[in-house]
């Protein structure tokens, strides 16, 4: 079955360091991967995503790559900012079903400190 | 556009009672998925719909049930209320496409 394993938080950054979430996963056949985030109190916003090997996705200054070789999809950020904090959820879809359902990983919350 | 959009808030229920719980998701998106996510537990996937049809369902007792309506708005339905039911419960919707969901800001369930 399908998995996605990520680093337990929390994670504790001042502003502007530079940040990193792991993320591996295991699937039948060829996945897509997300990341989503949750800000408190609100529900999952899809923050990226990426469909084939090599794929970077991007978006708000954060990016992951799809590495097939080492079944990662690692989050990364160069400088976060306190409106940063939130819990952030590795996620992905496979073939099976059609892509259409999304296992998620168990979330890494992350706090920016000033 | 609208988002999906999920009704009640919050809703507090006493152990042993039933609740309803009710998401209407994005203009011309088929599907509709629930989540529940329990304090510390991550998102524990629950039930999958589309175009009417319940297609695939996670691993929880039959009295978590659901249905989608022809408008494809969904109601998930808890009976018989226990404690460690209290959880966020998050709606989704997609086109079935494969490019992941668009979630609602879910409603908050409290058993007392």
């Known amino acids: 079955g399908n998995s996605v394993t990520q680093m337990e938080g929390p994670v504790t950054l001042s502003e502007e360091a530079f940040l990193t979430i792991n993320c591996t996963y295991t699937?039948?056949?060829?996945?897509?991967l997300f990341w989503y985030v949750q800000y408190p109190g609100e529900g999952l916003q899809l923050l990226l995503k990426?469909?084939?090997?090599?794929d970077k996705g991007s978006n708000k200054g954060f990016e992951a790559t799809y590495r097939k070789e080492t079944t990662s999809f690692h989050l990364e950020k160069g400088s976060v900012q306190v409106s940063d904090s939130a819990v952030y959820f590795c996620?992905?879809?496979?073939?099976?079903?059609?892509?259409?359902?999304?296992?998620f990983g168990t979330g890494t919350k992350l706090q920016v400190i000033p | 556009e609208a988002g999906v959009t999920q009704s009640p808030t919050h809703l507090i229920k006493t152990r042993g009672q039933q609740a309803t719980l009710r998401c209407s998701p994005i203009?011309?998106?088929?599907?509709v998925y629930w989540y529940q996510q329990a304090l510390g537990l991550g998102l524990q996937f629950l039930l999958w719909?589309?175009?009417?049809?319940?297609?695939n369902r996670g691993n929880f007792p039959p009295r978590f049930s659901g249905r989608q309506f022809p408008n494809y708005s969904s109601e998930l339905n808890v009976n018989a209320l226990e404690l460690e039911d209290s959880a966020l419960y998050l709606c989704?919707?997609?086109?079935?496409?494969?490019?992941?969901?668009?979630f609602g800001s879910g409603t908050r369930l409290t058993v007392v």
């Open positions: 203009s011309g998106h088929t599907s």
């Open positions: 989704a919707s997609s086109r079935g496409q494969g490019g992941g969901y668009t």
């Open positions: 990426a469909t084939k090997a090599d």
């Open positions: 996620a992905l879809s496979s073939p099976e079903g059609g892509y259409q359902k999304v296992t």
């Open positions: 699937a039948t056949g060829y996945p897509s």
């Open positions: 719909y589309d175009e009417g049809e319940e297609r």
